[in-house]
């Protein structure tokens, strides 16, 4: 019988966009399952926390694919994929300005533990241009996010920054 194909889509989240959204519906075609693994260690200073990065994301994918499941996570990258019991990384790649970037993170993953891959997937066109912080940028300043993130993500956007999160930060 075929072994069960695991893949962990890391990344911070913050917040999720309707560019991961689709990428992680896409992978399933490939993998049996798909873990969306929300960092506690980025580099980034994170507008949302780790709690609300997570509830975002189980609201925004829903319970209709139990093959998706969304959990945080800390530490080393490369020992939370081991201690799930996977060699599949995957990570989506938009433009050419992202390859460098992922080139140098996937080595690095590789140096770490060398029984782990990364698999890129081409992110759909749609979404080439979109990232969590120009959607930030954009709703910090009243802008229409709509179509962009899922609606739970566009509320909770709406909300942080009626709260007065600071729009000048740039929270990336
Ligand atoms: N559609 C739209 N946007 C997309 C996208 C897609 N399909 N895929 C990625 N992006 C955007 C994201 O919105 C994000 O935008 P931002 O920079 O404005 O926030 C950017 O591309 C990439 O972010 P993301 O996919 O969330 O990944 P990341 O670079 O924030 O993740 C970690 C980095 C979490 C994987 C890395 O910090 C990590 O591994 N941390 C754990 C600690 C560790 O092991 N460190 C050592 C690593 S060698």
């Known amino acids: 019988m075929r072994q069960e194909r695991t893949a962990?889509?890391?990344?911070?989240?913050?917040?999720?966009?309707n560019g991961h959204v689709s990428l992680i519906r896409r992978s399933r075609e490939l993998f049996d399952r798909v873990v969306v693994a929300v960092a506690a260690d980025t580099p980034k200073d994170p507008l949302f926390t780790l709690e609300?990065?997570?509830?975002?994301?189980?609201?925004?994918?829903?319970?209709s694919d139990p093959g998706i499941v969304v959990e945080p996570f800390d530490g080393l990258l490369v020992d939370y994929v081991a201690r799930r019991g996977s060699c599949i990384l995957l990570r989506g790649l938009r433009a050419v300005s992202d390859f460098e970037?992922?080139?140098?993170?996937?080595?690095?993953?590789?140096?770490?533990?060398?029984?782990?891959?990364?698999?890129?997937?081409?992110?759909?066109?749609?979404?080439?241009?979109?990232?969590?912080t120009?959607?930030?940028?954009?709703?910090?300043?009243?802008?229409?996010?709509?179509?962009?993130?899922?609606?739970?993500?566009?509320?909770?956007?709406?909300?942080?920054?009626?709260?007065?999160?600071?729009?000048g930060k740039r929270h990336a």
């Open 52 to 63: 609300e990065r997570v509830r975002l994301a189980r609201e925004a994918i829903g319970g």
């Open 101 to 132: 970037y992922e080139f140098q993170l996937a080595l690095m993953n590789r140096r770490l533990r060398r029984d782990i891959q990364t698999v890129f997937l081409m992110t759909d066109y749609q979404w080439l241009y979109i990232s969590s």
């Open 8 to 17: 962990i889509y890391p990344g911070t989240f913050d917040p999720l966009t």
């Open 134 to 167: 120009i959607v930030k940028a954009a709703a910090s300043l009243g802008g229409n996010i709509h179509g962009l993130v899922p609606g739970c993500v566009e509320r909770a956007l709406r909300e942080k920054y009626a709260q007065g999160a600071p729009s």
